[in-house]
């Protein structure tokens, strides 16, 4: 079975730029998540989709927006980049369970940097 | 709201030596743990996960067990390796599926 793939997997933009990342899920799995991942704040969570919804959300300004396809492929936008928006943006899938927590399997990430 | 709070780093052992790195968490309700591991370069891997209380999960020899009362979830192996040297990860799912929170995770470095 594939695993999670993330495209680009570099990406270098101008401040005031837009971006837009790419995730496909494992297949089979309905949930997405996005992760941003810094030396300073560590791994923090930007939102989640499921069916084509956004379940839940983090803590992050605007800029940050996400969708999820009918095929679970999901993506990611930052407008208006800022120096501060370089990280590894991690994205995982995972199987919703009825109850509890599930673990869930990451891609290998974009490196996004803002110059 | 959840957090993770995990021992901090870098940590650097030699090989064959008794590794902990330990880990506690606040929630509500009864989460879910796990602990990933990040090698140079890559995303995070699912290394272990203990779903309710007093389970142990284990992999590749390492283990770490579900504590409710003391609400930690400390990882040990035995004998590390060169190649276990990564950062680790603790982290926590509540029901909300699909929204972990994690550690600031730990760097560990084994040296031959």
Redesign the interface.
Known sequence: KAGVTQTPRYLIKTRGQQVTLSCSPISGHRSVSWYQQTPGQGLQFLFEYFSETQRNKGNFPGRFSGRQFSNSRSEMNVSTLELGDSALYLCASSLPLTSGGDEQYFGPGTRLTVT | GDSVTQMEGPVTLSEEAFLTINCTYTATG???L?W?VQYP??????LL?A?KADDKGSNKGFEATYRKETTSFHLEKGSVQVSDSAVY?CA??????????????TTLTVKP
Do not use: H, I, V
Not at chain 2, 41 to 46: D, R, S, T, V, Y
Not at chain 2, 92 to 105: E, I, V, Y
């Open positions: 009864y989460p879910s796990f990933y370069g890559e995303g995070l891997q699912l996960k779903t990860f926590l799912s509540s029901t909300n599926a699909g929204k972990s929170t994690f550690g600031d995770g």
